[in-house]
């Protein structure tokens, strides 16, 4: 499977060097528009002008300014692509009765989570915390913790032996990491988009989180008809691609081409409607993969001519247990299992 569906296309990378300052631009051309490129510099090489633009060149070498342009040609990702991008994972462990409802009582949030293998105690913390107002799945706000599959066998036995205790778990048979986050978040929109397509709203988490589920309660009755076109969470317009190899968070040029992102919400929580997750599970089939999720459904928002709604309260710095249940806070990262029973069982005015 050729999930980044790559094309040629070429690169002109330009440093400039000066004034104490270095700035590096990569301008992306496909091998069309860079070949007329070459033919104008050829016929520039063949003019006066090409003397002027020698004289500045040599001006600035003059005042310690040096340009410098190389030409190169890369595969890079395409933007979209006719069905490229169709994922068959085999469910390992499956359970297609959490968003069952008795009678006609329609759920309101289905919540889904992301984990791993190890992190037993955070899920114990979440059911015991902010997930228990699902009431063991029988509320109407539902829940399921999604992952993929360990190299350890016996992890993968202990997350069956949870599974068939708490019944709250999914496996797909893709190898769980980091750079498979995009199948864990289409693995959680299948889900939701095949077996649990009456729930009114969706949020997509993971499992060092703090939800306010009164807050974002609160919100989602503020946003409600925004959001019939629109994902919202801590969601910005600019964001860069990561050029550092060592981050976590790098993007080469190859599998992100242009400058910017499309804006991206952070993949720590952000809250969307069931029509809107659909048409995304949709639409993904037609947008190659890019690694980082967030980014990924980012594309696929604006594919869709959807957009991002930055929402206040998202991704809030962890602070007092009762700040943290107001509606100032809808959603916080990296708080641990511990303080997320302090934040619980603190009682506020
Ligand atoms: C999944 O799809 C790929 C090609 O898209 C195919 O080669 C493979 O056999 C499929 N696997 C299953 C389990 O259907
Ligand atoms: C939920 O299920 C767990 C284990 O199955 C049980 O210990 C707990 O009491 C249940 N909670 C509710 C609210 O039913
Ligand atoms: C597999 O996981 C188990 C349980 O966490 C651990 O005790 C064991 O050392 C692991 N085995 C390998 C080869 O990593
Ligand atoms: C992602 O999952 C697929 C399917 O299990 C696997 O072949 C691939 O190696 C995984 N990639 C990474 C980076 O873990
Ligand atoms: C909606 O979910 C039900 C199961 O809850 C499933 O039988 C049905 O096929 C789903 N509908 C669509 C359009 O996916
Ligand atoms: C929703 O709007 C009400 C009234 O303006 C406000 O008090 C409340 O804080 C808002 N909720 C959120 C989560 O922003
Ligand atoms: C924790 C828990 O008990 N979860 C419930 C979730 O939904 C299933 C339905 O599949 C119930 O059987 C579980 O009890």
Known sequence: MNHLNVEEKGWIRYNINGFGILKEYMLSLSKRQLKRFATLLSGIVRTPIYLVLLVVIMYMGFLNIYLSLTINILPVRRDRCTGCFQLNFTSII???NICKVRGDNPIELFVIIF???????KREAIRATWMSVSKN???RIRYAFFLGLSGNMTMNKMIETEAAIFNDILMEDFQDSYLNLTYKTLMGFKYVAKLCNKTKYILKTEDNMWINIVGLQSMLQN???DLDNAV???CQYNAYPNGDKDSKWFASYQSFS?????GLCSGTGYVLKSHV???IYEVSKDVPLSHLEDVYISRCVHRLGYHLLPFPGFLMPVTDPCVM??????TSHEVSPEYLKTIWTTTCD
């Open 258 to 262: 242009q400058a910017t992102y499309p």
């Open 325 to 330: 249940k107001s509606d100032e806070v809808i």
């Open 137 to 139: 799945n029988t509320s």
């Open 115 to 121: 984990t791993t293998h190890n992190n037993i105690q």
């Open 277 to 279: 997750l659909r048409n």
């Open 94 to 96: 499956h359970n297609g």
């Open 223 to 225: 946003v409600t008809t």
């Open 232 to 234: 919202a969470g801590a």
